[in-house]
């Protein structure tokens, strides 16, 4: 079976700094790889997914994230953060397709400061 | 486009009552319609897969019979929540498919359901 690990449940930056969100991946067969983000007493919004094309991955709001095979991961960057990029990320692997069944890490909090 | 809406978005029930949350794709046909249930300041667990016109698949775990889902058209799946206790209150989320696409699920605003 196919899982996520998130390093770091809370994960604290000042604005303008650099964002790094951390997961990992375990998964016998090629992983499809997702990160969303939730706002408060919301539903989830898809940042950007892997679907084995591109290992560097482009997504909204200036994120991205680099699929590394060797190292199992695809952890989810931003140059430069911002107040508003203060949510809940959550890492996720499908192994069945990009709308198959969805595995989720256990979320990562991310706070940005002044 | 892509755009999921859950109605209601909160809830507040007696116990043992029942409580029926919509799921709704507004602007796509949803083949596949997913059910997750979210604690607070957890992950997200996947309760159940719905497929229109057919009966939904349960995760381990998940009672059948406590948490009802119809999926009887392409824009539509409903959660019931049967004879609801304080154990049941949560974070309901609904996640859809389009059916042309084979992009990502999309996922729906949330039910907050608060038993008392």
């Known amino acids: 079976a196919q899982s996520v690990t998130q390093l770091g449940s809370h994960v604290s930056v000042s604005e303008g700094a650099l964002v790094l969100l951390r997961c990992n991946y375990s998964s016998s067969v090629p992983p499809y790889l997702f990160w969303y983000v939730q706002y408060p007493n919301q539903g989830l919004q898809l940042l950007l997914k892997?679907?084995?094309?591109?290992?560097l991955v482009k997504g909204i709001n200036g994120f991205e994230a680099e699929f590394k095979k060797s190292e199992t991961s695809f952890h989810l960057t931003k140059p430069s953060a911002h107040m508003s990029d203060a949510a809940e990320y959550f890492c996720?692997?499908?192994?069945?397709?990009?709308?198959?069944?969805?595995?989720f890490g256990t979320g990562t909090r991310l706070q940005v400061t002044l | 486009g892509a755009v999921v809406s859950q109605h209601p978005s909160w809830v507040i029930c007696k116990s043992g009552t029942s409580v029926k949350i919509e799921c709704r794709s507004l602007?796509?046909?949803?083949?596949?319609m997913f059910w997750y249930r979210q604690f607070p300041k957890q992950s997200l667990m996947l309760m159940a897969t719905s497929n229109e016109g057919s009966k939904a698949t349960y995760e381990q775990g998940v009672e059948k019979d406590k948490f009802l889902i119809n999926h009887a058209s392409l824009t539509l799946s409903t959660l019931t929540v049967t004879s609801a206790h304080p154990e049941d209150s949560s974070f309901y989320i609904c996640?859809?498919?389009?059916?042309?696409?084979?992009?990502?699920?999309?996922f729906g605003p949330g039910t907050r359901l608060l038993v008392l």
């Open positions: 996640s859809a498919r389009d059916r042309v696409s084979v992009g990502p699920q999309y």
């Open positions: 602007d796509f046909q949803a083949t596949t």
């Open positions: 892997y679907t084995s094309a591109a290992t």
């Open positions: 996720a692997v499908s192994v069945t397709g990009t709308a198959s069944k969805l595995t």
